[in-house]
Nanobody, 129 residues
Framework: QVELVESGGGLVQAGGFLRLSCVAY????????MGWFRQAPGKEREFVAA????????MYDDSVKGRFTISRNNAQNTVFLQMGSLRPEDTAVYYC??????????????????????WGQGTQVTVSA
């Protein structure tokens, strides 16, 4: 069983910064790619960013590219999402998730939520105008 626990959400003004953390309670964190997704009220869950097992590769949705940075610390079983230049449209519940399968260096990172098996409970991010 894998438990993911997000933290770091809150209320911030437009243009501000937040850093989200996701701690994975599992012995095999180092083996798996991880992702961040978000869901705004009345909208579908959408991909934000993904990172491979050692942080060597990352991928971002175009809406956050250049503003958000995903990273991980395998010694701490933690994946981070550094968010900057926040906009009201970034308001959502943010979830971290573990990729279902162990990917090789030749396999692409994924923005498809169905390819992730374990999810955290989410952390609310609210950006005021």
């Amino acid at each position: 069983q894998v438990e993911l626990v997000e933290s770091g959400g809150g209320l911030v003004q437009a243009g501000g910064f937040l850093r989200l953390s996701c701690v994975a309670y599992t012995r095999t964190f180092n083996n798996y790619a991880m992702g961040w997704f978000r869901q705004a009220p009345g909208k579908e869950r959408e991909f934000v960013a993904a990172i491979d097992w050692n942080g060597g590769r990352t991928m971002y949705d175009d809406s956050v590219k250049g503003r958000f940075t995903i990273s991980r610390n395998n010694a701490q079983n933690t994946v981070f999402l550094q968010m900057g230049s926040l906009r009201p449209e970034d308001t959502a519940v943010y979830y971290c998730a573990r990729r279902r399968e162990i990917i090789t260096p030749t396999m692409p990172l994924s923005a498809d939520a169905t390819e992730y098996d374990y999810w955290g409970q989410g952390t609310q991010v609210t950006v005021s105008a």
